[in-house]
């Protein structure tokens, strides 16, 4: 066999292509991006920048985008920590600190999000040798088929000075080579070591020390053999350095490197363009009629074999055998040209006999012995499957040159439109439950647009016809790749996300003109209540305000807490009243300046109010909930039916703050339960304790005469004849 290696560069990447030019087949090509950095086989100075015990490993600073993962089993003794012997087998946190300098390599590149697996154990490769600097181990390649050139090349190493502490590997190229050409190679690699531990004293903290060769002089040093006839290059600095490497490695073979000179690309020429274009296939078709389906995953590379239109023979078994032997030559030559490393499977055609079964298993080993990547082979299961390994030499053709398609995402298949169209209504029609829009516009892609609009316009009426909304659908060039949508709403104005309303005051209370207010002591002197009278030691209930001022027939305390809308009143702060007025603005000027005849109860009441609106401005405080207090039951209300001709009783007071004491000047409550302690009833109840509160129980609502209504209660008393003493002016009430 002649072969022929063809080398075309170009701006954007570098092809390569060996040719088999007796049968005219392409037999391997490599292609490299020009922006793609070899770092594979580089050779650093790194340091350990951190220690993980829990994988007993290290992650290693080389100037790498990512750390470096070096596991422990790839750290040479050389540099453990003093003192620590490597027979006991340490752990490495206790042989490795943070810090420590070395000489590392990488096996294998960053891919993805994980970084480079880096050794210390250093190889420098040649053309037919691997020296070794950090291993003392001399070997021969594992395809050395006979006993006899193993026994040949360990005579011959044996006379090599190797210098102590290194050692060599003698590649499958140099089997058949003589002593001279094995002495030539490993002076080159010794020349290239020393130049490697100068720059390493040199340098300081990470760096590179030592480069991989180019793609080209890869290629040569790999296949290079007494087969190829001719190495043709197009570009001229290329062309110079595999030169001057094949005269510095043979220099006999050096007339084999030519420069090209042809008229047009190199690889038109010789019609390779249109091979190359089987490696992008998912399907290769075969000879016989079968094919080959090849899937590559996150996990595994899976080949599927098909018999397809193979009926040239006589039965199924001996179709799936042939089938088998042709697909297993065809696989091995794909795998090295695609590049595909990692596990691979291999679903062959179910075959009974089991020597067809071994002789499909060896028919691929034997396809694949020109592979220069490590290989591992298994057996052929019960259910025709074989499992493969094969050594990552750099990324796969699809990984380089592909992206995930932008349709489907990487699956291979996309919804068809009508399940697209389900999709889709299901999310409009979630949107126009929720009430809150008017129109929906649904941007989609073409098919499923003419889908919805010549299939589903039942379903479109029905949604517009149930939410009363208004539902378009538009077409959107864009979603032509993703096959997505997108919903724009148009809100209904007042109902979504629309601020809470707040609650006006009653207009007649807001016609009403604004008026001075006047201060408690001064309206109860101007308009002095008339004798209250006493019904078990409490005081008589509160006048209410006439029907000229109280036009709704609403008492005092009704028409007040329906304006403040509180549970609480008088508890809020000057700084909530000033924020909200609507709320917190009680009607007070009207309901004092109204001619009303008020007890010391009823001035104690508007006392606290106007003090309450007129504090000082205080931190707010946050409001409570809104409840209103339940009204009591007919059964649990005690107060006696008023007698005939006495006027109905007004509304009571709320229950003064506890914290104000009894037995001192406070409210002009505190002050007049004090006064009318001494005062009996007439019915021989007995005097209430010095300082306790005195009860008051609660009046029904009504308008007329508090001096009446008590006169009424007691039956006219001594008590209810007495005069009232003078009103005392109230003291600041205490907060509560």
């Not at 959107?476 to 096959?483: I, K, N, S, V, W």
């Not at 997505?484 to 807001?510: C, L, Q, Y």
Request: proline share 7%; glycine share 8%.
């Amino acid at each position: 066999m002649t072969t022929k290696m063809l080398v075309q560069a170009d701006p954007e990447e570098l092809r390569l292509a060996i040719v088999d030019t007796e049968r005219d087949e392409l037999l391997n090509v490599e292609i490299e991006p020009a922006d793609h950095i070899q770092t594979k086989g580089n050779i650093y100075k790194a340091k350990v920048v951190r220690v993980e015990p829990s994988l007993q490993s290290a992650f290693v600073e080389y100037g790498g985008r990512r750390h470096g993962f070096l596991p422990f089993g790839e750290i040479h003794p050389f540099y453990y920590r003093k003192g620590v012997d490597p027979k006991k087998r340490p752990r490495i946190q206790e042989a490795i600190a943070n810090g420590t300098e070395l000489l590392i390599q990488t096996v294998k590149e960053e891919r993805g999000t994980k970084g480079a697996s880096l050794t210390t154990y250093l190889s420098l490769a040649g053309r037919y040798l691997v020296l070794t600097p950090m291993s003392d181990r001399v070997g021969v390649s594992r395809k050395a088929e006979t006993t006899g050139q193993r026994k040949r090349m360990k005579e011959i190493i044996a006379s090599l000075e190797i210098p102590e502490g290194m050692g060599i590997i003698v590649r499958t190229n140099g089997l058949d080579q003589p002593e001279k050409e094995i002495k030539r190679d490993l002076d080159y690699l010794l020349r290239l070591w020393r130049g490697l531990e100068k720059n390493r004293d040199e340098t300081k903290g990470a760096a590179l020390l030592h480069m991989e060769s180019s793609p080209v002089i890869r290629a040569i040093r790999e296949y290079y053999n007494e087969e190829m006839e001719e190495i043709l290059i197009d570009d001229p600095v290329l062309y110079r350095d595999a030169k001057d490497y094949m005269k510095a490695i043979m220099p006999k073979a050096a007339k084999v490197v030519q420069r090209y000179k042809g008229n047009g690309p190199l690889f038109q020429a010789f019609g390779i363009e249109a091979k190359l274009d089987i490696i992008h296939q998912r399907t290769v078709k075969l000879p016989s009629g079968g094919s080959i389906v090849f899937d590559a995953t996150e996990a595994l590379t899976a080949i599927d074999i098909n018999s397809g239109k193979s009926t040239k023979e006589h039965g199924i078994e001996e179709t799936a055998y042939k089938t088998n032997l042709e697909a297993a030559k065809v696989i091995a030559k794909q795998l090295r040209m695609r590049d595909i490393g990692g596990l691979v499977v291999i679903d062959f055609i179910d075959m009974v006999g089991k020597e067809h079964i071994k002789n499909v298993e060896k028919a691929l080993e034997e396809a694949m012995e020109t592979d220069k990547a490590r290989l591992q082979f298994g057996k052929i299961s019960a259910f025709g499957l074989l499992e493969m390994t094969r050594q990552r030499l750099r990324p796969a053709v699809h990984e380089a040159r592909t992206r995930a398609c932008p349709h489907c995402r990487g699956t291979g298949t996309v919804q068809i439109p009508a399940a697209r169209a389900l999709a889709q209504l299901r999310a409009i029609e979630t949107e126009a439950r929720s009430g809150r829009y008017t129109q929906l516009t649904l941007a989609t892609d073409a098919d499923t647009a003419v889908y919805l609009l010549n299939e589903k316009r039942s379903e479109i009426d029905r949604i517009q016809e149930q939410y009363d909304l208004k539902f378009l659908v538009a077409v959107d060039p864009h979603r032509a790749e993703t096959h997505g949508f997108e919903i724009d709403r148009e809100r209904r104005s007042g109902v979504v996300n629309a601020p809470k309303e707040r609650t006006e005051r009653p207009a007649a209370a807001k016609d009403q003109p604004q008026t001075q207010v006047v201060p408690a002591a001064k309206a109860a002197a101007e308009n002095p209540a008339p004798a209250a009278g006493r019904r078990g030691g409490r005081s008589a209930p509160m006048a209410a305000p006439s029907n000229e001022a109280n036009p709704g027939g609403l008492g005092f305390f009704a028409r007040l807490l329906q304006e403040m809308e509180i549970p609480s009143w008088g508890m809020e702060s000057s700084t909530d009243k000033a924020q909200e007025p609507e709320l917190f603005e009680p009607d007070i000027e009207a309901v004092v300046e109204a001619p009303l005849e008020t007890s010391q109860v009823g001035t104690d009441i508007a006392a606290e109010i106007v003090e309450s609106t007129a504090e000082p401005e205080a931190a707010p405080r946050k409001r409570a909930p809104r409840r209103r207090k339940p009204a009591l039951k007919s059964s649990e209300r005690k107060e006696e039916a008023p007698k005939e001709n006495s006027p109905p009783q007004a509304a009571p007071k709320r229950r003064a703050p506890k914290k104000a004491p009894a037995n001192k000047t406070g409210t002009g409550e505190s002050q007049q339960a004090t006064e009318q302690e001494g005062v009996s009833s007439g019915e021989g109840e007995k005097e209430p304790t010095k300082g306790a509160r005195p009860r008051r129980r609660r009046g029904r609502r009504g308008s007329g005469s508090s001096a009446a209504a008590g006169a009424a209660e007691t039956g006219g008393g001594a008590g209810a004849a007495e005069a009232a003493p003078a009103p005392v002016a109230p003291t600041e009430p205490q907060a509560s």
